[in-house]
């Protein structure tokens, strides 16, 4: 079941279902739908239907819902069984956002903690347990934004790399709810968006957004970044996250770790923002992580066109990771962390 609406949600529990905008038809088409089944679930966060690190954790805290509403068991034992195997099917369908996990977690910590509950209650207890996660990511999102604008400089001129706005969260975004917030405090000359190839959430996503919020914006291709730091345009940069480790070592989208170097290269602050659900202190450094990689397709072809030979080798690693040096600060909801990242994340998430 599809509707249009004008005003956008990127996520909304109906009651019964998961209603997302389909974010793989902007800006051409703002399109509703509704999952109403864990594989529903699962196929909507690996096609970027619903994408961006929260918007995952909080798709995927419904889509775990879903996944043992129906569930007969009556004893907490197989319950629970059934309730781990619909968090590891739900986990494998993005494995790089550390969010889906960690909201996949809360849940089930939920039921193993509860043995005294029947599944009865505790399948209501995990549906407010995942209304709770939607509704603090808004809260999350909004600190984020507003910790961020001191970092702001007036007439900013601020690059940022794929989408990270309330399309990728709840709401307000993470380094969009600085540029958003700076926005208000009229702090904000420019916004140079990176078009963040291949699959264009910059241009697709981020620009439908800022558009949409009256920043002002310019859109440029991935590989003009470095000329725009050269010619002395750009006065720092902020990205979002997919995961931060202990030592503050960041996996983002494909091209974050290039344009932390080039910041690097110019003398530019590079920041991330990112709310406590994406930091994951079990991993030490970005070595870690798992990169997704997703199909050659989504290079050779350029929409329907195809813009490759048929039957070539194809790198299509969807994200990337920059080293904690990079890092001139970590923007979230409770404060600007600076290095030593090491000392200062643990300090404040554990
Ligand atoms: O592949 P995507 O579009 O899900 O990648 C999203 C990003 O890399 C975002 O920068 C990140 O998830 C932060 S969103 C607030």
Redesign the pocket.
């Known amino acids: 079941m599809t509707t249009i609406k004008t005003n956008y949600n990127s996520i909304r529990w109906t009651g019964s279902e998961i209603e997302i905008i389909d974010q793989t038809k902007l800006p051409e088409e703002e399109l509703y739908i509704s999952l109403m089944t864990i594989d529903e679930t699962w196929d909507a966060i690996s096609k970027?239907k619903v994408?961006?690190?929260?918007a995952?954790g909080i798709a995927g805290a419904y889509g775990f819902y879903l996944g043992i509403k129906d569930s007969p068991e009556t004893e907490h034992a197989a319950f629970l069984h059934h309730a781990e195997k619909v968090a590891h099917y739900l986990n494998s369908s993005r494995p790089t956002?550390v969010n889906l996990n960690w909201a996949l977690q809360l849940l089930l910590a939920e039921i193993r903690k509860q043995p005294d509950k029947s599944p009865a209650e505790l399948k209501n207890i995990v549906l407010n347990r995942a209304i709770e996660i939607h509704n603090e990511d808004r809260e999350l999102c909004k600190a984020i934004g507003e910790h961020g604008v001191s970092l702001v400089p007036e007439n900013a001129r601020i690059l940022t790399?794929?989408?990270?706005g309330g399309l990728?969260?709840a709401a307000y975004?993470?380094?969009f709810s600085v540029i958003l917030h700076s926005h208000f405090a009229k702090k904000v000359k420019m916004v140079w968006v990176d078009e963040t190839r291949p699959?264009n959430?910059g241009s697709r996503l981020t620009a439908w957004e800022l558009k949409k919020a009256g920043v002002p914006f310019t859109l440029n291709i991935d590989s003009a970044a470095a000329s725009l730091m050269q010619n002395g345009e750009v006065d720092l940069i902020i990205?979002?996250?997919?995961r931060i480790t202990r030592n503050g070592d960041t996996a983002?989208?494909i091209g974050t770790y290039s344009l932390a170097v080039l910041a690097h290269a110019h003398n530019i602050p590079f920041y991330i923002a990112?709310p406590y659900s994406t930091i994951d202190l079990e991993m030490e450094t970005g070595a870690e992580i798992e990169i997704e990689q997703r199909l050659p397709m989504e290079v050779t072809y350029f929409g329907n066109r195809q813009t490759a030979p048929d039957d070539i080798q194809v790198y299509n690693p969807?994200?990337d990771i920059t080293p904690n040096h990079l890092i001139a600060a970590i923007i979230t909801e409770k404060g600007i962390v600076k290095p030593d990242y090491r000392k200062n994340i643990p300090r404040l998430f554990s």
Do not use: E, M
Not at 51 to 54: D, M, N, Q, T
Not at 239 to 242: H, I, L, S, Y
């Open positions: 970027l994408r961006g690190a929260p995952i956002a790399h794929c989408n990270t990728a969260t975004g993470t380094a699959l959430q990205t979002g996250a997919d983002n989208k990112a969807a994200f």
